[in-house]
């Protein structure tokens, strides 16, 4: 339940406020190079000390190896990375213990377990994704001889639509956002939502360069389900869509489908994905991201007992995911790809 | 990899125009009833005949039960049902059988193992699917007692969007359409697609009626996730959304989060999942149907040498997906469910 | 439950007097000869014919590819096999339907699940390793290019050692025994039990040559642990040791060990496994056969309702599972190894 | 392939000389109560320290929560505990690092890795063992209502039989040796083969009383099957066998099995499993336990070069690994009966 993949198997673990978050990754091929200092490069690109309109809960995050690398090999074992909390300040959660805020999983997770960790949103927290973020990494490590290139970049902010693509340097820009010239607008749209205690979401899309062909299985395991299931089970996702995606639904047979010639595929409407297999195009999806949740605004909710309570969340205020989400969306690319690649090796009997 | 669920465990196999087809459902509470006939009118409703705007082919379709039930009960052991393949006409595909159609897994198929089942497009078909609706049957006969309610109709045709939903009977519309006042302008727009031997998607929602609260497993494993997994591993999807969706990436938080008071929730803008566990509410998810992608229309590609190709499709013309899809959707439904319950029996300790 | 395998997944299915036993294998490579007649000459090795002190049941057992075969070669898809049960006689046993018969799991399945197919030992029956066999055959065809050869022949009959071990054409002989000059008394053994309708076991011992080294996984898969799983999963078997196994706790480490030298192992007591990883030499294991709980003997037992009742089985008699079990032992043996080779192609990197 | 159990599932991570040794458990019921000290006093009863005839590495192995614990309970979330690697003395091994130990895994994961981490036995190590233990722990916790008992006591110590079993206070007897009144033959025995620098086996029994029947499911998880599995990933294990194991291969049909009257089962010969699942009887088996493969006498080899060497460890010195594998065996039994009883629990539905 908290594991992913078949062979490159990620199991994570850890809540907000506990001692430490950490991850495992059984199933990396031996004998590859793999360093802390690469992964912590890896880290800081989710430290949200970075983002201007991200949490200021300081992360500074350093990623300990613990097992499964030796003189900065990997040896084939389980490699072990633990991440301790530091700036933890579960005082500012305390007058919240009871209550379920809006937007988050308090109350399911009250519902399903009869417990929860009330500290910083416990194991629903994404504080959890500096685990993934670590599996990405090591991911993306063994896969480096295929020269795949994974883009994660962000295509609308609160409505606002990026013009054109242009992905030199987006990491550098606000939001990752893809359209330079669209920055002073949501910039100015952030800094009042912010004032405003309020906040916002938007749409990532990811392209894939240098993907082999050939990968997915048939049926339950399409490369498309698969990376849904792993885009999805980040926390503020709430919809995922492939090439046209929900576009394609409005057009003919005759129009969507991707026609050949010597050259390969003329068009790519698909998003790079047949039959739920790759094709060797680029790959294109697109996700939905919704506003997070802590917002500065009074809210309706309920305590533990069934009593209505109205909520004022303090503490630090962190106004989008993007472009901190970009990075675990583009992490978990890489760990869905490590696991198809290493599953295919199959084949070759 | 042509198997899905942890505990509800669904094994499909079968090309389109092989033998047969079938399923095995591995992890089956024992002493529950369940007959042929059950099946068969669980399997009759994505029949193709049925409906005007899909494919003839005659798939009468008679679900054998070979093990696994025993005087109509359920055994414990793994259920295995076999559809046998009938009305099979691999001659339209023979002069096909080098060349790769546009829109289908045939290439993809090709560059993965090397070889295909050219014939009716062999694993990739959407035959494979009376498997999983036979499946999904068996997991909505061992919820009944839960009360569960899956509606599975569609909301947007080719763009043509319903304004309203009516569901009273809303399997006896053409294409499940959700809205009655819009059927008019819908079937004389298929009939002109049909005319023209092209093809048309649409927009499917689903909500689900009494699902309990507590369903789903943090991190990989949320609800969300898995249904998507499931969900996007059926043929001709393009993209998911839960609850609102991709429109939630457009508002603010405070618009977004659904406040709670003594009744429970106030709102519904999650789709009833919050941190990938249900919340007890509606649960509601939208899906992308691709244009069908075999059309009468002469289309460019190229055969296995890489040599271009005039292609043209003869045979039977399916216009479009749904509702067949409808029918698949929701099996693949009641299959994440039931593996998510029987998982959250572990809890009862 | 029902599946075994992580990458060369076996799933069986099938009562014994139900319509069909089968198997669907899932992740064979694809690209591999493949036909029905291969499996049937396969599956004729365990034929109860063929073998004296076999039970008389008819198994005619023809093999049947419903899919995941073209043109006789794999396509990577799901392989399903189904052999229909003939020479049913449910009426042996309807006598007995609600008593349980000592040594045989009629009392477990009917406390685990409440009901059971008591007709011919339903799940629980010997009839179901029909399905281990052909999927053994399937692994043995894909590993051809590594000359691997399993030995599996027998060592000890009901207490009579072989006190050599020649394996010349040893399938030819009764019980597959090793020893050539032990077959008389073993025969006259054997004659005079069946004729006390009375059943007896004996100790089957492996050899395999030619296996790759390097293969199992560090901890929980272990080639000799997950072996055991699979040979222990066997109906008759109660025991399994490797190398000198139970006799190597008699001895000293310094007696023990396997030293090495330039040519390589100069002994072979841990029979060619090491912290659970193939030593490249003959791997070597022995499995302890408990005698067929069929007898005609009178024998005391109670019924579902807790009442004492006197058994007398009429019907088709066993006397011995040798040397039918060495052939699903083999069977099973081959399925580990094809595993265990599919996953170390990973580090192929 | 570092993981164990289908619902309560076990991660191992570490080398014996890493940073750590730790484990995850996912599939923990929640509200459960778990402390470290109790992990703790349970990790003790491994400690070799207390154990005159074990090594005296000081392993004062302290087990600390990170994760899925909360104010004491379980969580509900993966249970994360770490245990530092103490008294690591890596320059023992130095003098190794390029030749392969008889008996050890040196060999085989430098084939299988192409690398290995030679200090003290890396991944291979039975300080692996100690995450075991503390898996155990959890499950034993988790199971206290069912009053479930294991003893896991020793009846052969280098082939000195016990006549007798005495189970009081066992555990207080060096080798947890199960007949008192052989104690001073084997200590006798023992500093023997300690001065020798010698080392040796024996042969473990566990009964399990009070054991629900109904454990264990049909075909390829047999409760025997995934306990032999369970029990042979223990390092120096070589066999198991269950009830009379390889004597029931040497009797008749007749008297082997197990008649029932209004009582139960008149006898126990199957060891409580028939046709893999339990019958609610003691459930009983015995593993057969190597001699340590680490001797100090002088013993031949190679290295990774091919060169011949004569190996002389020096370093501390383990004569048996009785009676610390009997803990580590008692562990792994709690894991695969939680596993099985949660397993279980989809049949009340």
Redesign the interface.
């Known amino acids: 339940?908290?594991?992913?993949g078949?062979?490159f198997?990620v199991?994570?673990?850890?809540?907000s406020h506990?001692?430490?978050?950490?991850v495992?990754i059984?199933?990396v091929?031996?004998?590859?190079e793999l360093t802390e200092d690469y992964l912590n490069r890896e880290l800081e690109r989710r430290n949200p000390l970075k983002y201007k309109f991200s949490t200021k809960r300081r992360e500074s995050d350093r990623a300990?190896i613990?097992?499964?690398v030796?003189e900065n090999?990997?040896?084939?074992?389980?490699?072990?990375v633990?991440v301790f909390n530091e700036d933890v300040k579960s005082e500012h959660y305390e007058n919240l213990k009871d209550v379920?805020r809006?937007?988050?999983?308090d109350?399911?997770?009250f519902?399903?377990?009869?417990?929860?960790?009330w500290r910083g949103g416990?194991?629903?927290s994404a504080r959890?994704t500096v685990a993934r973020v670590v599996a990405g990494a090591i991911a993306k490590k063994?896969l480096e001889?295929y020269k795949i290139k994974i883009f994660s970049y962000t295509v609308?902010i609160?409505?606002i639509k990026a013009e054109k693509i242009n992905l030199n340097d987006y990491e550098k820009r606000e939001f990752f956002f893809a359209d330079p010239d669209k920055l002073d607008e949501i910039i100015k749209f952030a800094e009042k939502?912010k004032k405003q205690g309020?906040?916002?979401?938007?749409?990532v899309e990811v392209k894939i360069e240098n993907l082999p062909?050939?990968?997915?299985?048939?049926?339950?395991?399409?490369f498309?389900?698969?990376l849904?299931?792993?885009i999805?089970?980040i926390?503020a996702t709430?919809?995922?869509?492939?090439?046209?995606?929900?576009n394609?639904?409005?057009?003919?047979?005759?129009?969507?489908?991707?026609?050949?010639?010597?050259n390969g595929f003329?068009t790519n409407n698909?998003?790079g994905?047949?039959?739920?297999?790759?094709?060797?195009q680029d790959l294109i999806f697109r996700v939905?991201?919704?506003?997070?949740?802590?917002?500065l605004?009074k809210?309706?909710?309920?305590d533990i007992s069934?009593?209505?309570k109205l909520i004022e969340i303090s503490g630090r205020h962190d106004v989008c995911a993007i472009p901190r989400i970009n990075v675990v969306i583009e992490a978990m690319t890489w760990i869905v790809i490590a696991d198809f690649i290493?599953?295919?090796?199959?084949?070759?009997?």
């Open positions: 339940m908290n594991s992913f078949k062979i198997k199991t994570t673990w850890g809540e506990g001692k430490a978050i950490g495992v059984d199933g091929p031996s004998n590859i300990i613990l097992s499964g030796f090999k990997t040896l084939g074992t389980p490699i072990s633990i379920f809006p937007g988050h999983a109350y399911t997770y519902k399903k377990f009869g417990i929860r960790d416990g194991r629903a959890e063994i001889k609308e609160a409505g939502i309020d906040s916002f979401g938007g749409i062909s050939g990968l997915g299985e048939p049926v339950f395991d399409k498309d389900a698969v849904s299931h792993a999805m089970s926390g709430k919809g995922i869509e492939f090439g046209l995606g929900f394609s639904s409005k057009i003919l047979g005759s129009e969507n489908n991707d026609e050949m010639d010597k003329i698909s998003g994905i047949l039959g739920g297999i790759t094709t060797g939905a991201i919704k506003p997070i949740p802590s917002i605004k809210q309706k909710s309920i069934g009593n209505e290493l599953l295919q090796k199959r084949m070759e009997m």
